[in-house]
């Protein structure tokens, strides 16, 4: 009798609870990019956050939601992605402005320009936008093609997951060759980790695909290895390597 006159409450908390873990989900990915939003546009400088961290969630995203198609997985994951490429757009959008506007006598690059050297380089957000959409028409085309073979549908999910689980490499790579994070947000890979950690929870106890599960715990990996970056550096600051060379903009969840 005492469970049962406890059903009335349990029953609508547990589906509170659902609410807001899916919530999480679907909004907990971008947070970790608004105090290194804010930072840009406070200092009017984009070189501590690499832009190709934008490349790797764009192409992720955009392999998941093709992968939905072949093989339903939860609303939440799917509207994650889609809140995640308009996030990366708008962080493209800024760290584009930002950088031509303190760049002098700069030579117009396009995406049209089809020059290797200076991919994801490009002088105007439009040129970003052109590229997503190219990807997106060809690699749609293909999942248009290929949908009915299993291998061809996990081996998509597989790429979207492990790429988003790379997440953090560009942003590493940058710290290793400045041997500095500065102009790197803190609280956005402190936030990177819990969120990452938080995400492969979510799907270990809700059965997403393995390779979700695989690769979020990768990422949660990568993260900690930033972490590590960031008091290496602070603690026993290094020279810069004579090598490195300083981009225009460069993950840096």
């Not at 081996?155 to 940058?174: D, H, K, N, S, W």
Request: charged content about 15%; glycine content about 6%; aromatic content about 12%.
């Amino acid at each position: 009798m005492e469970a049962e006159g406890l059903g009335w409450l349990l029953v609508p908390l547990h589906q509170l609870v659902s609410w807001v873990a899916a919530g999480a989900m679907v909004f907990g990915g971008v947070v970790p990019y608004i105090p290194q939003y804010r930072d840009i546009r406070r200092t009017q400088n984009a070189d501590g956050f690499s832009t190709h961290v934008c490349l790797v969630l764009l192409v992720a995203n955009i392999l998941r939601i093709l992968f939905w198609f072949g093989r339903h997985f939860e609303s939440p994951l799917l509207w994650q992605s889609i809140v995640m490429i308009l996030t990366m757009l708008l962080m493209l959008k800024l760290c584009t402005e930002v950088r031509v506007a303190n760049e002098l006598n700069i030579k117009r690059r396009s995406f049209a320009d089809f020059d290797p050297h200076h991919f994801w380089h490009w002088s105007s957000f439009s040129d970003y936008v052109q590229c997503v959409l190219a990807f997106t028409g060809v690699a749609g085309y293909i999942t248009y093609l290929s949908i009915d073979s299993a291998l061809f549908v996990e081996t998509l999910g597989f790429l979207a997951v492990l790429t988003e689980a790379m997440l953090g490499v560009p942003q590493l790579y940058r710290n290793y060759c400045h041997r500095s994070t500065e102009g790197m947000s803190l609280k956005m890979v402190l936030m990177w980790t819990s969120g990452d950690t938080f995400k492969t929870a979510y799907f270990l106890l809700n059965g997403a695909p393995l390779q979700f599960s695989v690769c979020g715990l990768l990422q949660v990996m990568v993260d900690l290895v930033i972490l590590g970056q960031a008091y290496a550096f602070a603690h026993h600051p290094q020279k810069p390597a004579a090598h490195a060379v300083h981009p225009a903009s460069t993950k840096a969840l």
